[in-house]
C-alpha cells in the first residue's frame, strides 16, 4: 500500500463523499475512485458500501481508517523530527515565463498542503532557457514546455496543450476557426536569440526556418504581433490581449507541459515535488 493511496483512502472515510474528498485532495473524482478500487482489489476487501444514498464504511473501512490514521501520524512526526534535525528545507522551482498556467495554482495549493514545512523558492525564466536554468544549476526542478535537449535530465509529461497562431485581430486569417501551418507560409515569425536550444526554437516556428523579430519574453512576442504583424505561437486556452486573436493551427503538434529535474538528483524534494506534479495534472 502506498502512503498516498491511504491519505486518498482516509479522505473518503471521513467525508463519506468521493466528490468532497477529491476536492479536498485537490483532484478529480475518476481518479480518486480508480485508487481506491485499486486498494480493495490489493487488499482483498470491500472498504466502503455506495449506493444511491451515500457512502458508509464497511468494518474491513472502519479497520483500515483507524490504522491508516495511526501510520500516516507516525510518518508525518517522523518527517518533522527529521526535517528539524536536517535544519529548514527549501526547493528552487524554475518556471517558464507563462504563469498564466492555472495549473501552477492549483499545484503550490496541493504541495502546501502535503509540504507546509518546505519554502518554495521560484525562479521565473523568459522563453530562451526552456529548461529554467536546470543546467546551470539555478534550480532543483523546472515546471516548463517540451520539446528541448534532454541529455542528463529525466522529464515527466503532465499535460498536452493544442496551439494557434497568435495574430492581430484585423489580420485577414484572424476571423477562421483554424488554420493550417501552410496557410502561415510566408509569414514573419518571431525568433529567439541565437543560441537558444535548436528542438525549442524549431518548434515554436512550426517546424520550418523562418525570418522575424528576436524576442526574449511572452509580452516581447506579443508586442511584436501587435506591432508588427508577426506570427506568434502560444497554447490554446488563454484568453488573448486586447487587439490579437489565436487560431488553433490542426498540424501542430500540442505544447508538452512537463515537470524536469537532473538525472541523478538525489534530493528527496524533488521527488515528492514530481509526485504532487503528476496527481495534480493528472486530475
Keep these: 500500500m502506498e502512503l498516498r493511496t491511504l491519505r486518498y483512502f482516509v479522505a473518503v472515510a471521513e467525508e463519506l463523499h468521493f466528490g468532497r474528498a477529491a476536492a479536498r485532495l485537490h483532484m478529480s473524482q475518476p481518479p480518486l475512485s480508480r485508487a481506491i478500487r485499486q486498494l480493495e482489489a490489493e487488499l482483498g476487501a470491500v472498504l466502503l458500501n455506495r449506493s444511491a444514498t451515500g457512502t458508509t464504511l464497511t468494518p474491513a473501512g472502519e479497520t483500515l481508517l483507524a490504522e491508516a490514521r495511526e501510520l500516516l501520524d507516525r510518518t508525518e512526526l517522523a518527517r518533522a523530527r527529521v526535517a528539524a534535525a536536517a535544519g529548514p528545507a527549501t526547493l528552487t522551482v524554475g518556471l517558464l515565463g507563462d504563469s498564466a498556467d492555472l495549473g501552477i495554482a492549483r499545484l503550490a495549493a496541493a504541495y502546501r498542503d502535503r509540504r507546509p514545512d518546505v519554502e518554495i ?6 522563453l530562451t532557457d526552456p529548461t ?11 515546471l516548463t514546455r517540451g520539446p528541448f535537449d534532454e541529455t542528463g535530465l529525466c522529464v515527466r509529461e503532465l499535460r498536452a496543450d493544442p496551439v494557434g497562431a497568435v495574430l ?20 514573419r515569425w518571431f525568433q529567439f536569440p541565437e543560441g537558444t536550444d535548436p528542438r525549442w526554437q524549431a518548434y515554436w516556428n512550426g517546424g520550418a526556418r523562418r525570418q522575424g523579430p528576436v524576442v526574449r519574453a511572452v509580452q516581447e512576442c506579443r508586442q511584436a504581433v501587435l506591432w508588427n504583424g508577426t506570427v506568434g505561437m502560444a497554447p490554446l486556452g488563454h484568453e488573448p490581449p486586447a487587439g490579437l486573436a489565436v487560431v488553433a493551427v490542426t498540424d501542430m503538434p500540442p505544447s508538452r507541459v512537463v515537470t524536469a529535474w537532473n538525472a541523478g538528483d538525489p534530493n528527496p524534494l524533488v521527488r515528492g515535488f514530481v509526485r504532487t506534479a503528476v496527481a495534480v495534472y493528472g486530475a
Design 168 to 187: 492581430r485581430a484585423d489580420d485577414p486569417l484572424a476571423g477562421r476557426t483554424r488554420l493550417r501551418l501552410a496557410d502561415l507560409a510566408g509569414r
Design 132 to 142: 529554467c536554468g536546470l543546467r546551470a544549476g539555478l534550480v532543483d526542478v523546472a
Design 121 to 126: 523558492r521560484v525562479r521565473e525564466t523568459d
